[in-house]
């Protein structure tokens, strides 16, 4: 992804609300030890908000709300966030009244694949007031109807998909698009 030198005042104030790219700064606690703090935000973690439970790279400061604003979501929106792991990004959709559905194989992935599981983001639904759904497998095994879908988003993922898989991805996002469907993509360029 090429960005701008300089951040846009509104990507700056979305990253301050939803606490991208790594998370809201741990509230202090002055009489609870630091391990107390990390078990509070453990238990209750909605305190540092929804981008502290995956590790970000500095790109993301760009990237999240890049996405965000590329399309205009309408309110009940279908959309899916093609290996979404437990990034933030998905709970500020659902939290701007989208139907999110994250289609990630978790550790199962063929290529790179991070942790992410049904209790896991249950958790983190319970934590943000989200119904965000989790299908964990690939895109062309999760089987979503043909055009259900208003919007797909992928954030600095199809890099981590094998070369050799990433046409029949791109065919199952236009099967599952409906007409004037976006799909949102990133990609790292490290």
């Not at 309110?75 to 989208?98: N, P, R, W």
């Not at 990433?166 to 790292?188: F, H, K, M, W, Y």
Request: include cysteine; charged fraction near 20%.
């Amino acid at each position: 992804m090429l960005a701008r030198r300089a951040l846009p005042p509104e990507y700056r104030a979305w990253n301050e609300q939803w606490g991208a790219p790594y998370g809201k700064p741990m509230p202090y606690v002055g009489f609870l030890s630091n391990s107390k703090q990390r078990r509070l935000v453990d238990r209750f973690p909605s305190l540092r908000g929804p981008f502290a439970f995956q590790p970000n790279n500095a790109t993301r400061v760009f990237e999240y709300p890049w996405a965000f604003y590329a399309v205009d979501l309408p309110t009940g929106a279908e959309v899916v966030e093609i290996g979404g792991g437990l990034s933030g990004f998905q709970f500020v959709l659902a939290k701007s009244q989208a139907r999110v559905t994250n289609i990630d194989p978790g550790e199962a992935a063929t290529g790179r694949g991070w942790f992410v599981n049904a209790e896991s983001i249950a958790r983190l639904n319970r934590a943000y007031g989200t119904d965000v759904t989790l299908v964990n497998t690939t895109i062309e095994e999760a089987k979503l109807p043909s055009e259900s879908v208003d919007v797909v988003y992928s954030i600095s993922t199809i890099e981590h998909v094998p070369p050799a898989e990433v046409p029949s991805l791109l065919q199952e996002v236009a099967r599952i698009l409906r007409p004037n469907g976006r799909c949102v993509l990133t990609v790292d360029l490290f």
